[in-house]
């Protein structure tokens, strides 16, 4: 089927182009708002050649792929009078072929020990980019310096003493020697502080001064300082508990010393526990880390120790614990100059892609070979996401199989000790920035995981009834005893954005949450004064005040969240926004803190009504029975 009666058929499946009231053109898919359901067939388009997936989700998204998409896209409008709206391609949500796969998984992420690493991805992951260019540049040189070894002969010698090169190397440096006040600012702002003060943190623990002292005695202690101590983590600890005690002092200091004294007290108290608490503990905590991942794993567990390495990876990449080990990776190379254990990890994704290649040519359906066509070539860019979550996680077995089959190449490369210069990029695209000249073992280590994932998922990992469980076809069996069952709309859960006592809508005193006139839901009398995001989705609005916050989830309940009853009027700054409107945020993240005891002293009611502002679409909206509630636990079921 070409692209123009691919377009039509879709159109006429969506109830014709009078029924289409936005059409956005995304990296991957079309997303679709409709005026009516009544004419939409949803499983004619899913049978359509060419349509890799349908999501209803509120708004529908055909997924079909990078490329695809824009083509068709642009066929409706050629054919129609609908205008096509082009997403921001920034997005990064595009990368999954099938989101909903990847919202399922990061919706169960919301314990303190998930929420910990989400937050340590959000400190580092906007440093990825410089650390991935300072790297490559570091790569640069030290090619240059090879080909300028007299033993190679290739260059002069005299070229690593020009100022050009000492430039390279000089920019190539600059971020690597200051990362402690990079990741003390986003650590700043990742917990509500001044991001200035977070940098201050990060300079403290990387201060020479601190070397030159050498040994202090403080409070009866015998302290052993040394610039570095404590590492990235040692950063992290810092700046959060300078945020802490800025928030603390903050909410008690009055307004016209504020600006003096509060920074003051933060930097004073804050460095003097940095010194003797944080930094020797973070120390230890680093150095056990890096024993048992390289000492006990790769050098006393040898090629086991890679292997399991390499095979239990990607586990940790679906639960977002991957992001924890960014700062064990840059604490290796500043301490040697290289990670090993980065290539090592670097082999899951291999692994991926020869489980795609295996799927490929066993797989019948074409519908998931197009799919695998999709994900493949970025797989090999070490992208690993639409991997994961659009074709191997959904079927299971070939993400088990792939795991074990990188297990091979992490093997591999724990004989040989190949290491990075710097984190970020893995698949082909690390291949630059291989430390020692030792390029060539580690593409082979990538063959070899490349050949393990294939091989045992030829064998082992894939069936075509597998087939079923990505896209949902059935066979006539099936098709038929569904067809006697009533269609059952899924549950949707919503986690509580407090802790606090629960309290019925009903008994509050302001008459429009009472008599649900806004819509259904619960209110929280809050025990603590933080509000986080019940679910993955968008803020669509944020009062000026700061006092209510409107959020729409990726499943398209829209939430109303009230911080206390008629806080409207308060003028002063007694709330703290954390995010912004049309900003995406997941689970478990932190819009807002507020000052509670500012809020009660002031005469209004804390009360807090946490309402579904659409729950005419829904049928059901129960909340749970108990009287307290932890934020995070399960709060509404929406269905």
């Known amino acids: 089927m070409n692209n123009q009666k691919l377009a039509q058929s879709i159109v006429e499946n969506l109830g014709g182009e009078n029924n289409i009231t936005n059409?956005?053109?995304?990296?991957?898919?079309?997303?679709?708002?409709?005026?009516?359901?009544?004419?939409?067939?949803?499983?004619?388009?899913?049978?359509?050649?060419?349509?890799?997936?349908?999501?209803?989700?509120?708004?529908?998204?055909?997924?079909?792929?990078?490329?695809?998409?824009?083509?068709?896209?642009?066929?409706?409008?050629?054919?129609?009078?609908?205008?096509?709206?082009?997403?921001?391609?920034?997005?990064?949500?595009?990368?999954?072929?099938?989101?909903?796969?990847?919202?399922?998984?990061?919706?169960?992420?919301?314990?303190?020990f998930q929420q910990l690493f989400r937050h340590i991805g959000n400190i580092f992951v906007p440093i990825v980019p410089g650390l991935v260019a300072s790297g490559l540049m570091l790569g640069i040189a030290n090619l240059i310096t090879n080909l300028a070894n007299p033993d190679a002969g290739i260059l002069d010698p005299a070229v690593l003493e020009s100022d050009w090169f000492m430039l390279l190397q000089a920019i190539g440096n600059l971020l690597f020697g200051s990362l402690g006040v990079f990741v003390g600012i986003n650590t700043a702002r990742e917990f509500g502080g001044t991001m200035v003060l977070g940098g201050i943190a990060g300079l403290l623990i990387y201060a020479p001064v601190l070397g030159d002292i050498g040994s202090l005695s403080l409070f009866g202690l015998d302290l052993k300082l040394s610039s570095g101590l404590g590492g990235l983590l040692g950063v992290i600890v810092a700046a959060y508990l300078f945020a802490q005690i800025e928030k603390f002092i903050r909410k008690r200091m009055i307004d016209s010393l504020d600006l003096v004294l509060t920074p003051l007290i933060t930097v004073m108290i804050g460095s003097i526990v940095t010194i003797v608490v944080i930094q020797p503990l973070a120390g230890l905590l680093m150095d056990g880390i890096t024993w048992f991942l390289v000492d006990v794993m790769l050098q006393a567990g040898g090629i086991i120790g890679g292997y399991v390495l390499a095979a239990t990876f990607l586990p940790l990449v679906t639960v977002g614990m991957h992001q924890g080990l960014i700062p064990?990776?840059?604490?290796?190379?500043?301490?040697?100059?290289?990670?090993?254990?980065?290539?090592?990890?670097?082999?899951?994704?291999?692994?991926?892609?020869?489980?795609?290649?295996a799927i490929y040519i066993k797989a019948k359906n074409k519908r998931l070979k197009n799919t695998v066509a999709s994900v493949l070539p970025v797989g090999f860019l070490g992208i690993g996401e639409?991997?994961?979550?659009?074709?191997?996680?959904?079927?299971?077995?070939?993400?088990?199989?792939?795991?074990?089959?990188?297990?091979f190449g992490g093997a591999f490369l724990s004989l040989f000790e190949v290491g990075a210069i710097t984190v970020g990029p893995s698949g082909a695209v690390l291949i630059p920035l291989i430390a020692d000249n030792k390029y060539l073992l580690y593409i082979i280590g990538l063959v070899i995981s490349y050949i393990g994932g294939f091989v045992l998922t030829y064998l082992f990992g894939y069936k075509e009834e597998m087939v079923h469980k990505l896209y949902g076809e059935n066979t006539d069996e099936t098709e038929k005893a569904d067809a006697d069952e009533p269609e059952q709309q899924a549950e949707i859960y919503i986690s509580s954005p407090l802790s606090g006592e629960l309290r019925p809508l009903n008994e509050l005193d302001d008459e429009v949450f009472a008599k649900e006139a806004v819509g259904k839901g619960i209110a929280i009398y809050p025990s603590e004064g933080k509000l986080y995001a019940p679910a993955n989705g968008k803020v669509t609005t944020v009062f000026p005040t700061g006092h209510a916050i409107g959020l729409t989830t990726d499943s398209g309940v829209e939430i109303l969240l009230h911080i206390g009853l008629d806080t409207v009027d308060i003028k002063?700054?007694?709330?703290?926004?954390?995010?912004?409107?049309?900003?995406?945020?997941?689970?478990?993240?932190?819009?807002?803190?507020?000052?509670?005891?500012?809020?009660?002293?002031?005469?209004?009611?804390?009360?807090?009504p946490i309402v579904i502002t659409n729950s005419d679409a829904y049928e059901t909206i129960n909340p749970v029975s108990q009287k307290h509630i932890e934020a995070g636990n399960r709060l509404l079921t929406v269905k």
Do not use: W
Not at 27 to 42: E, G, M
Not at 332 to 356: H, N
Not at 392 to 399: E, K, V
């Open 23 to 112: 059409l956005t053109n995304c990296i991957t898919r079309l997303r679709i708002d409709l005026k009516s359901r009544n004419n939409v067939d949803l499983e004619a388009i899913k049978q359509l050649e060419g349509v890799l997936s349908v999501i209803d989700q509120g708004t529908i998204q055909i997924v079909l792929g990078p490329g695809k998409v824009t083509k068709v896209a642009n066929a409706i409008h050629e054919s129609t009078t609908i205008d096509v709206d082009v997403e921001d391609e920034n997005d990064d949500s595009e990368f999954d072929m099938t989101s909903d796969t990847k919202a399922a998984y990061k919706a169960k992420q919301t314990s303190m």
């Open 328 to 357: 064990v990776h840059l604490e290796l190379i500043d301490q040697f100059g290289s990670t090993t254990l980065l290539p090592i990890l670097a082999m899951a994704g291999g692994g991926q892609v020869g489980a795609m290649i």
């Open 572 to 608: 002063e700054n007694v709330f703290e926004l954390n995010v912004s409107k049309d900003e995406e945020v997941d689970t478990g993240q932190l819009l807002c803190t507020f000052d509670m005891d500012a809020i009660t002293n002031k005469g209004f009611d804390l009360t807090s």
């Open 386 to 407: 639409p991997l994961i979550y659009g074709v191997s996680l959904p079927l299971g077995r070939p993400f088990i199989t792939a795991c074990l089959g990188a297990g």
